[in-house]
């Protein structure tokens, strides 16, 4: 296998974690590496998948961070290089997960890489959060850690909370059926009662103020809410029953759909056994098989590693006012 020109590496990511409905998200400690093996002409590309969605993301076409990197490529005022692309696929695709994050992070910051840029972090950020739409995702993707994101559609602001303790872990369990963002968003409802707003942001704000002053012991009421996860709990099975029986169990001191599902994630103290194998009991029960992950909430966020240097890429009036911030 010959070695990479560049390689960039993204963490799976945990949104919403109950109450923070687009605005919370964490980065996990399992990754997936892009790697680019050869410059090609400018709008040609190969792509090679191993693991997930191997045979979807073989096609460029089709691959998001090919499709990612051209509109960055655009943003920035360049005529990106092509290039071949090899991934390796670690993240399950369509399952809350956050893969299309990780994917678009990769393509924005090869447009930065392969083309010589210097921009400002900031503007990599805004332009990633662009093309995915929200940020509660992206932003845990590239800064690591969890993240607190608020998106206007032109400002972006986001702040980092403090890592979880190290005996504290992450148990996600994993069905083996899909949920598509789109499918997910349609399932909720146009308006919500002005009640169940009141009560979500209340538990949102208690999430956040627990996390960052160390009081774990919030979480269970901080992660729970009442404007997506009680639509998007019928829309897998045993959804609508597994996140009260895990709840229920001595160490675990929250429990959330992740992302737009269908994954389940648990934060747990001490043990995860127990919570584990509730969590893939209870799928089992209602006909689906599962895998789950032990995984670090301080996840980092993504890696870019060089092993080429490249020419600094001409650039228009707007990239350079962009570079300068």
């Excluded at 103290?269 to 995984?295: D, I, M, N, W």
Aim: some cysteine; charged content about 20%; hydrophobic content about 40%.
């Amino acid at each position: 296998m010959s070695v990479p020109l560049l390689s960039v590496r993204t963490p799976a990511t945990s949104a919403n974690l109950g109450s923070g409905f687009d605005t919370l998200g964490m980065a996990l400690s399992l990754y997936n590496l892009f790697e680019v093996t050869e410059r090609l002409p400018e709008g040609e590309y190969r792509s090679e998948a191993i693991g997930e969605g191997a045979l979807e993301l073989a096609d460029p076409g089709r691959n998001l961070v090919v499709r990612s990197y051209e509109i960055a490529c655009r943003r920035f005022g360049v005529a990106g290089t092509g290039f071949a692309l090899r991934s390796h696929n670690v993240i399950p695709l369509y399952r809350g997960l956050g893969s299309s994050a990780g994917a678009v992070v990769a393509g924005v910051l090869l447009a930065q890489e392969l083309n010589g840029l210097t921009l400002p972090r900031e503007e990599l950020l805004r332009t990633m959060v662009e093309i995915e739409g929200h940020p509660d995702n992206v932003a845990p993707c590239y800064l690591g850690g969890m993240v607190v994101s608020c998106w206007d559609g032109s400002e972006l602001r986001t702040v980092r909370l403090p890592a979880l303790p190290e005996d504290l872990l992450v148990v996600v369990a994993v069905p083996d059926v899909q949920v598509k963002t789109r499918e997910a968003r349609a399932a909720l409802p146009e308006q919500v009662c002005f009640g169940d707003a009141v009560f979500t942001l209340g538990r949102a704000a208690l999430l956040t103020a627990a996390w960052a002053t160390g009081q774990w012991d919030l979480l269970a009421w901080g992660m729970d809410d009442r404007l997506h996860q009680p639509y998007r709990a019928k829309l897998f099975p045993g959804g609508e029953v597994i996140m009260d029986r895990v709840r229920e169990i001595p160490g675990c001191l929250g429990v959330a759909i992740s992302g737009s599902g269908p994954s389940v994630v648990a934060l747990v103290k001490g043990r995860p056994r127990r919570v584990a194998e509730t969590l893939c009991g209870t799928f089992s029960e209602h006909g689906v098989r599962s895998q789950f992950f032990v995984l670090d909430g301080n996840g980092s966020g993504a890696v870019v590693q060089r092993t080429f240097p490249f020419e600094k890429a001409s650039s228009s009036q707007g990239v350079a006012s962009g570079g300068k911030g």
